[in-house]
């Protein structure tokens, strides 16, 4: 059964720590990304992965910092430096098959910072 | 940097009306993709458009991209409570990353029963 996994589903951590974020996918696709969620809001990038060993920040890298040592996962580190952390994340990834660039997302984890 | 604008930002429809939501471009976008949050759920992709004036329809769903492709539209005919939802536009520079979605802020729809 293919998808993306994003664990833990809930999150709480303690202002001051650093949090990593997993998220894992078997669909064999190149691209990963990363979204943060607020209230009533969109979707905003925060890194994303074109291929293994490399990745570009996006609208909101700071703060955040990733890895891409294997094509099935992409987690993501919340360092003590990212002001307002609490937010739903959200973890995709992506294919060019068929000519569409679909995302296909995780089912998000949500961290709460105490 | 590009902005992707979306509106409304909520609407309230009683079951059975219609409910369109607009999504416009600062800049010409090489194509554009809807997807559809669930409450408490994560983005599912519903469609992607990429030719000016390319009109897509998925039973109750109508999908529409600009003639100067800036610019999308979504018109759900007499809706039903499993409509609800967050629908985000979300569109791919023309001349960016082809790889980078920039999405816009959503509108999330009720429908009263």
């Known amino acids: 059964d293919g998808g993306i996994t994003q664990s833990p589903k809930y999150l709480f951590r303690k202002e001051g720590q650093n949090v990593t974020l997993s998220c894992e996918q078997n669909l064999n696709h190149d691209a990963m990304y990363w979204y943060r969620q607020d209230p009533g809001q969109g979707l905003r990038l925060i890194y994303y992965s074109q291929i293994v060993n490399d990745f570009q920040k996006g609208d909101i890298a700071e703060g955040y910092s990733v890895s891409r040592e294997k094509k099935e996962s992409f987690p993501l580190t919340v360092t003590s430096a990212q002001k307002n952390p609490t937010a739903f994340y959200l973890c995709?990834?992506?294919?060019?098959?068929?000519?569409?660039?679909?995302?296909?997302f995780g089912p998000g984890t949500r961290l709460t910072v105490l | 940097g590009q902005q992707v604008m979306q509106i409304p930002q909520y609407q309230h429809v009683q079951e059975g009306e219609d409910f369109t939501t607009y999504c416009n471009s600062s800049?010409?976008?090489?194509?554009i993709q809807w997807y559809k949050q669930r409450p408490g759920g994560h983005p599912v992709f519903l469609i992607q458009l990429v030719k000016s004036g390319e009109v897509k329809k998925q039973k109750r769903l109508t999908f529409q991209f600009g003639e100067a492709k800036k610019n999308s539209s979504l018109h759900i005919t007499a809706t039903q409570t499993t409509d609800v939802g967050t629908y985000f536009c979300a569109g791919f520079l023309a001349s960016g990353s082809a790889r980078q979605l920039t999405f816009g802020s959503g509108t999330q729809l009720t429908v009263l029963p």
């Open positions: 800049t010409t976008l090489s194509n």
């Open positions: 995709a990834s992506s294919t060019r098959r068929g000519g569409t660039d679909t995302q296909y």
